[in-house]
């Protein structure tokens, strides 16, 4: 258990996030102790919390209650409808969650999922999501993105784009900054002295030699060079349709792959409900559940909280590393 609690940011209180916060805490107790940034009066009826002024209350709080540090929002929170009244809250409660872990008041933030239609249509949120926000609050230029799990980690190159238009914005300077920010977040963030890093190819094959795409010999080779002669333990460029089995899996810490699905679709398969999603290259732990607002059953308490419960899990893992 970390030495701070974590800050769990409401995210979008007409999705799931209130009952699955509720639910790891049911599941978590004392065990891990986090506190929750939102309007208490969002939480499910009959919730057992208790509101707190100090997230170091957290630590013994958590052991009968959810904590709540109290934002009060404008709007009720009605389940698979968003009130653009809530938007501007919405942000402040992660904009409180980054002021308390850059504070040394909270051990990690780790974010409930947010709307990002409802954020722009409500408050101008200008932002094309929660990791570029935080980027901004943390005053930091280049971040990235790993989903992570038990059996594996990734981390995608390029991320939200058209697939016509990966090639174009693969370049050497974004690929070599992304190996870089994910081998400094595993020394120092999961406590790997030596990390093992396995690099995709864009294309079939890794471009087999050149017959089916040339960037794996006119941009990715160069980029592992350079930083094979630096000393990092990186394989490939590899062809991705091997890369995911188990016996490939044990010989990395983390697969760096080109384009969003390439990334995304083998850690969805192995281990959907338990991924989670890490934001390396702030100066803070930022974990989040590897799910949407998931509106269609919000507040029919059915939602599974597996995947926040990682995230909580990982950031007090990784809290713990960096301390």
């Known amino acids: 258990m970390s030495r701070l609690p974590i800050a769990l940011s409401c995210g979008e209180p007409a999705g799931v996030g209130p009952e699955i916060a509720v639910k790891a805490w049911e599941a978590l107790g004392a065990r891990l102790p986090f506190f929750y ?3 208490p009066a969002h939480l499910p009826v009959g919730a057992i919390y208790k509101v ?12 009968v209650a959810l904590p709540v540090l109290s934002l009060p929002f404008p709007a009720p929170a009605v389940p698979g409808i968003p009130a653009a009244a809530n938007a501007a809250a919405v942000i402040e409660a992660i904009a409180r969650g980054v002021e308390l872990v ?5 051990g990690a933030l780790t974010t ?28 930091v230029d280049r971040v ?16 939200h784009i058209a697939l016509k238009d990966v090639p174009g914005a693969l370049t050497e300077a974004l690929l070599e900054e992304t190996i870089r920010i994910t081998h400094a977040g595993l020394v ?12 995709a190819g864009l294309n079939p094959h890794a471009g087999e030699g050149g017959a089916m795409g040339r960037e794996e010999i006119e941009v990715i080779g160069p980029v592992l060079d350079r930083l094979r002669d630096e000393g990092m333990a990186i394989s490939g460029p590899l062809s991705a349709d091997t890369m995911f089995h188990a016996a490939a899996r044990a010989r990395y810490d983390v697969a760096i792959c080109m384009y969003h699905d390439q990334a995304l679709i083998p850690i969805k398969t192995i281990d959907f409900a338990g991924g989670v999603n890490v934001t390396l290259g702030l100066p803070f ?7 949407g607002t998931a509106f269609d059953i919000a507040g029919k308490g059915v939602a599974d909280a597996t995947s926040l419960i990682a995230a909580l899990e990982m950031a007090d893992e990784m809290a713990r590393a960096r301390a």
């Open 37 to 39: 940034i939102g309007d």
């Open 102 to 106: 850059m504070e040394g008041r909270a």
């Open 144 to 159: 990235v993105m790993m989903l992570a799990a038990p059996a594996l980690r990734v981390v995608p190159v390029t991320i």
């Open 285 to 291: 732990i930022r974990t989040s559940p590897d799910h």
């Open 52 to 63: 707190i002024t100090d997230p170091a209350e957290a630590m013994y709080v958590s052991a």
């Open 188 to 199: 120092r963030d999961f406590g790997i002295e030596a990390p093992r890093l396995a690099v």
């Open 112 to 139: 409930a999922p947010i709307h990002k239609k409802a954020l722009k249509d409500g408050a101008g949120f200008a932002f094309p999501g929660h990791t570029e926000y935080l980027a901004h609050l943390a005053g």
